[in-house]
């Protein structure tokens, strides 16, 4: 049995460890809860977006922009996100393991790739990889995303598919369901896909300023550019979900420990009262002799 | 008339207003209740709106957009921006600083990305220091 002294070093320890994970824990809640706040805000957005394409498409056909060309996929570019830290749970590894069944699948069809890294985890993973040639590495993004990063990543993809250089673009990131349940998912933002809003609420003889086309270009970047936007949300949204609960298990795992070493402890130290007592009355007993 | 300014953040105003005035690419135009309807592309700048038919220009509110969408039906004005802000949100020292930077930066740009990031954010600061000027004399008006 360990003596009183180390167990006492250890209660301490695991104590002092408890306090960091529980402080991570508050952390993560109350950043969780920001993102959840941005994810719902951001909506009328992309809903916004869609009614004004709904409208648009009784005019002009939007199957024509560029953005809505389907073609065959030989090339395409995957937009990866994870995260900068880690003790976030299974997030980083769940995004991971997805990504390289994505790579493994374009492998068996035959389907070349190129990589956005978004996060520290994932451009550390890129790097060792030789599968996919790396677009481009974002790190340090803000917790709170304010649409600016959004371009630079928009852009490039854009201009990727728009020049034929890839046939899709796909979007591997965690999608935020509840505080207790996140999925990894490969969404396609291009070709974009259209569903028709319920009620478009745009006036149908509404004059098009400079011209349909050009108003079409407009929405359909920004209702692209929404989806990714999304996704980065949904993404810190489940990264902070993740690392709130990683957290509560590691406090929860250091009470349980501190509870077991306490116990240790005492008997340690019980045990060492009896011994001494034992020795006490030997002592006496041998002088009575 | 409502008016809504949607942006990737969030619903910045959704109220009845009198009167806005909005960049688009064809040039600054006044919107008033009944305004045939229009759908047009809003360039980056600074819209002003007047809540009610009584308030005078010192009643004026000036928000800095990015590009975007604005849709115009009969009774509805609706705007959709990537970024916008209240001039009250924006200090105007720190635009003034921020514009400074971003003109060093685009004097120094080495590739043609670094020019397009540093005319951008030229762009973004230039919007931004004008409307929290706007916002600062209708103040001492």
């Known amino acids: ?289 | 008339m409502h008016l809504t300014l949607t942006t990737l953040l969030g619903i910045k105003i959704d109220q009845v207003v009198y009167e806005l005035i909005i960049p688009t690419a064809a040039g600054e135009i006044a919107v008033f209740p009944g305004h045939e309807p229009l759908v047009a592309l809003a360039v980056a700048g600074a819209i002003a709106v007047r809540y009610k038919k009584t308030d005078d220009d010192s009643h004026l509110e000036y928000f800095a957009i990015s590009g975007g969408i604005v849709e115009i039906s009969q009774k509805a004005v609706r705007v959709l921006v990537d970024e916008s802000d209240h001039g009250a949100d924006i200090i105007e020292a720190e635009s003034k600083a921020a514009l400074e930077r971003a003109i060093v930066l685009r004097n120094n740009a080495g590739t043609q990305l670094e020019l397009e990031k540093a005319h951008q954010l030229v762009d973004r600061h230039s919007v931004r220091l004008k409307v929290a000027e706007l916002h600062r004399r209708r103040r001492h008006l």
Do not use: C
């Open chain 1, 1 to 289: 049995m360990a003596s009183t002294q180390v167990l006492k070093s250890r209660i301490r320890s695991v104590k002092n460890t408890k306090q960091i994970t529980k402080a991570m824990q508050l952390v993560a809640a109350s950043k969780m809860r920001r993102a959840q706040e941005a994810t719902k805000a951001s909506a009328p957005y992309t809903l916004a977006a869609r009614e004004l394409l709904t409208a648009l498409s009784k005019h002009t056909s939007v199957a024509r922009h560029p953005f809505f060309a389907k073609r065959t996929v030989k090339t395409r570019l995957l937009i990866v996100i994870a995260s900068d830290k880690g003790l976030a749970g299974a997030y980083n590894s769940n995004i991971v393991k997805t990504y390289i069944e994505q790579l493994r699948i374009d492998d068996a069809t035959k389907v070349k790739n190129t990589t956005i890294a978004i996060g520290r985890k994932t451009a550390q993973f890129v790097a060792r990889i030789k599968d996919t040639q790396v677009l481009g590495v974002y790190e340090n993004l803000p917790d709170q995303p304010d649409g600016r990063e959004l371009h630079a990543i928009l852009d490039s993809a854009r201009l990727k598919f728009t020049s034929g250089e890839v046939d899709a673009v796909d979007i591997i990131y965690t999608h935020f369901v509840s505080s207790i349940n996140q999925q990894a998912r490969v969404l396609r933002v291009l070709p974009a896909g259209f569903k028709a809003a319920d009620e478009p609420g745009v006036a149908s003889d509404a004059t098009y300023e400079p011209s349909t086309e050009e108003v079409l270009d407009g929405i359909a970047y920004r209702l692209v550019g929404a989806q990714i936007f999304q996704a980065l949300l949904d993404a810190r949204a489940s990264e902070h979900s993740m690392r709130m609960l990683a957290m509560k298990n590691a406090t929860d795992n250091a009470s349980d420990l501190a509870d077991d070493l306490t116990l240790e402890m005492n008997k340690a130290r019980q045990g060492a009262i009896t011994e001494e007592l034992a020795e006490i009355s030997g002592g006496v007993e041998a002088l009575n002799e």
